[in-house]
């Protein structure tokens, strides 16, 4: 099958095929992989309700689940979002390492790759070629059905890779950055291992760590991966768009998941000006991400923070759209 310019898109039809490619080895074994990556973790909350029922939860897996969450959620929204996708700022190099790593214990992927998938998405957003829209299959009923399955866990499973060599070149070329994309398998065992061992030292038993690994490690990497993964589904289709934004692009702000996503459902505002490291940039839009860069930032960890401005959109004129591309060219349409 072949492809077909996107020149004569609309906005309204289904994207023309983009992942009619011949299977390699490797792509099934990545696919097989992330099958496992996002199943487990639903195996993980059937036996944490069934060892909740009739025994509560403790204290402890509480603690260990909320402190794991945040230390991987801002990994994946400060670190591999905000600094190494868009360089909303510039982090001292152990402060990127430190972040990166993070990231990397949230199962989403290896830093590279994620941020090359990201970077596809902002030049293609909504339209033939971004990864992940839920537009992929029309706007019928049925098509933005379709769509927003494609969108929250589908485009994982399509034969539809994204080359690094063109979207991360600069990552490529970083030997920090490469040395902790080849230890994601390593980190992914970390981010179940220390909250086991967690239990294990605060529980002393057995039945401590394996509920700390639990709600600390599986249950807390099933909600990171798909409060992320609605990023990518319903705020392209649910909430208010305040911002303009490109062509097609129908990217919205989504309060209710505000708080749990760390400020990055404020993805209007964020599509409005990628580079900003504030995304909810209202007067009551709440944004943890960009709390804990202005903390860096008082610190001496982060400087050249792109804070909103009235002369950049989401400033004091929300409405204003910069011309200005963003820092990663668009590719020529395949």
């Known amino acids: 099958m072949t492809t077909r310019s996107t020149d004569g898109y609309t906005g ?11 299977w390699t080895g490797i792509r099934r074994l990545q696919v097989v992989l992330t099958g496992i990556i996002a199943g487990v973790p639903f195996v993980g909350l059937a036996l944490a309700v069934w060892l909740l029922w009739g025994h509560g939860i403790g204290l402890t897996d509480v603690l260990l689940a909320t ?3 945040l230390v991987t959620g801002f990994g994946i929204t400060v670190g591999f979002h905000r600094l190494i996708t868009h360089r909303g700022f510039i982090a001292r190099p152990w402060l990127r390492v430190a972040l990166a790593v993070a990231g990397s214990m949230g199962f989403e992927g290896n830093v590279i790759d994620w941020v090359a998938i990201h970077r596809r998405h902002h030049a293609f957003t909504d339209r033939p070629g971004d990864p ?9 009923l049925y098509g933005r059905l379709r769509g927003l399955a494609h969108a929250h866990l589908g485009w994982l499973f399509r034969n539809d890779p994204t080359p690094a060599q063109r979207y991360a070149p600069d990552l490529l070329a ?4 490469v040395r902790v994309a080849k230890a994601f398998p390593v980190l992914c065992g970390l981010s179940l291992i220390l909250p086991f061992l967690a239990g294990w030292a605060i529980g002393g038993s057995l039945h401590a760590a394996a509920t700390a690994f639990l709600w600390a490690g599986l249950v807390r990497v099933l909600l990171l991966q798909h409060v992320t993964w609605s990023i990518n589904s319903l705020c392209h289709m649910v909430g208010s768009r305040p911002h303009r934004t490109r ?3 129908r990217s919205t702000d989504l309060w209710p998941l505000a708080l749990l996503s760390f400020g990055e459902s404020w993805h209007n505002g964020h599509h409005s000006d990628p580079t900003c490291a504030r995304h909810g940039v209202g007067p009551h839009q709440i944004d943890p991400s960009a709390a804990l860069i202005r903390v860096c930032e008082h610190l001496g960890w982060a400087t050249g923070v792109h804070w909103p401005t009235p002369g950049r959109p989401g400033g004091e004129h929300p409405r204003h759209h910069d011309p200005r591309p963003e820092r990663t060219p668009e590719p020529a349409a395949r």
């Open 12 to 22: 309204a039809e289904p994207f023309p095929d983009s992942g009619a490619r011949g």
């Open 67 to 69: 402190g794991f969450y």
């Open 132 to 140: 992940h829209s839920p537009y992929r299959y029309g706007t019928g």
């Open 174 to 177: 970083d030997p920090a950055m």
């Open 247 to 249: 062509r097609f692009d």
